[in-house]
């Protein structure tokens, strides 16, 4: 069995086929008509700034799927914020690129969603340990994408063994609640000591305290049971049954506190969405997140032409002409056309991605980390949450 999970194979990306039936027949109509006019395509989510930034990725990918073809392309770089206005533009024959419009949205719309979502709970608690827990809520063969994702907005690592294996970085994580099942109620100590005896130096102590009995009591007994080896409790606590979830963090600490373990990390994950982390975060060490990651709206872009055959052009509702987007000192993002003057101090966010075909950009995901992380800092992404 070549494809056993059904997805949609690389090969059929590459070949066009991953896309909608109308543009097959846009070619067949087009071809029959003999017209494959030059146009200058634009992908936008807003015409306009709207006052909430989004996180753009994807873009390695998409120049992928360009690479070869009769067009040059632009586009943010990875990890850059934007506010409305172009984030890629593809200039060529029409027919050069039309089936692969849909790739090209799928290619940006989902990762930038997940990534938007990762910098919300990475701002949430900037000197936090922050992970990506939420592979298992999405499939399988995209889990590297969430956790890339994930990493791009400046989170500290993510749990994904083959996601790691794609990405270069081991996987972490605790130790889940099955494992605690299998030793059983009332062994606790056992399950936590095992663990202690059978993985690798490298690997963080950090035991799961939710399972059987109260947070606290659990706690103290982890760290009776492995003494300064313990680096750390996870609170998974279920939604049903954490109360005040801030209180419980706090009376753990002080009870850990009290027997001299002020050493011992307090992790905390389950159901966490940016408000409640940084409601914790200055209680808690650390932060696993998942759901608020994976469930994230897809950024909802859209490709447009805007200009054929050198004239502009576009729908009701939508912006015609060559358009550009530029950064000014105060972090204020700018939509304009490409053949007017900049705007004073402005810095052109587009850059030459794709040209005749060629990928003219090299990618590096610390970097794109970097941007995401300086630009949000720049356009103060965090205080437009907190409102
Ligand atoms: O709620 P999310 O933000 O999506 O977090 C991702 C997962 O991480 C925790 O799982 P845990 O390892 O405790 O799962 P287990 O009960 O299977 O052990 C949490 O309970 C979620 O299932």
Same mark, same amino acid.
């Given at each position: ?69 009769? @067009? /040059?392309?632009? =586009? ?21 690129? =039309? ?89 606790? =100590?056992?399950?936590?000591?095992? *663990? ?48 005040? *979830? ?50 994230? /709206? ?26 550009? @987007? ?32 060629? @990928? ?28």
């Amino acid at each position: 069995m070549s494809n056993p999970f059904g997805t949609v194979p690389p090969d059929a990306i590459l070949a066009g086929e991953a896309t909608d039936a109308y543009f097959e027949r846009t070619r067949a109509t087009l071809e029959h008509a003999d017209k494959n006019p030059h146009v200058v395509a634009e992908v936008t989510a807003d015409q306009f700034p709207t006052g909430e930034f989004d996180v753009f990725t994807g873009v390695k990918d998409v120049a992928t799927l360009f690479e070869g073809r009769n @067009v /040059d392309v632009d =586009a943010l770089p990875d990890g850059q914020l934007f506010d409305g206005g172009p984030v890629c533009r593809i200039e060529g024959p029409y027919l050069e690129f =039309a089936a692969l419009e849909t790739a090209l949205l799928g290619f940006l719309s989902q990762p930038s969603g997940f990534a938007t979502a990762a910098l919300e709970a990475r701002v949430a608690a900037p000197d936090s340990l922050v992970l990506s827990f939420g592979a298992r809520h999405v499939h399988p063969s995209i889990a590297s994408t969430v956790e890339r994702a994930a990493l791009l907005a400046g989170l500290d690592g993510f749990s994904h063994v083959a996601a790691g294996e794609i990405l270069g970085r081991e996987a972490g994580g605790t130790m889940p609640h099955a494992l605690m099942f299998c030793f059983g109620e009332g062994n606790q =100590a056992d399950a936590w000591t095992a *663990f202690d005896e059978a993985v690798g130096e490298d690997v963080p102590r950090i035991a799961l305290v939710d399972t059987f009995w109260d947070e606290k009591s659990e706690s103290l007994l982890a760290a009776e049971t492995l003494g300064d080896d313990l680096d750390g409790v996870r609170i998974d606590t279920t939604g049903s049954r954490r109360g005040d *979830f801030r209180h419980i963090i706090r009376e753990v600490r002080w009870e850990l506190d009290a027997r001299g373990h002020e050493d011992v990390d307090i992790f905390c994950s389950g159901g966490l969405v940016p408000e409640t982390i940084r409601n914790l975060r200055d209680v808690a060490d650390g932060f696993g997140v998942g759901s608020h990651i994976t469930g994230a /709206d897809s950024v909802d872009f859209s490709l447009d032409i805007v200009e054929i055959e050198g004239e502009p052009i576009s729908k009701r509702g939508k912006l015609s002409g060559v358009k550009d @987007v530029y950064r000014t000192p105060d972090g204020g993002h700018h939509v304009a056309l490409a053949d007017r003057e900049a705007p004073d101090d402005g810095e052109s966010l587009l850059e030459p991605l794709v040209r005749d075909g060629e @990928v003219v950009r090299e990618f590096d995901l610390e970097t794109a980390t970097d941007r995401c992380l300086t630009d949000a800092a720049a356009v103060d992404f965090g205080s437009t949450l907190e409102e």
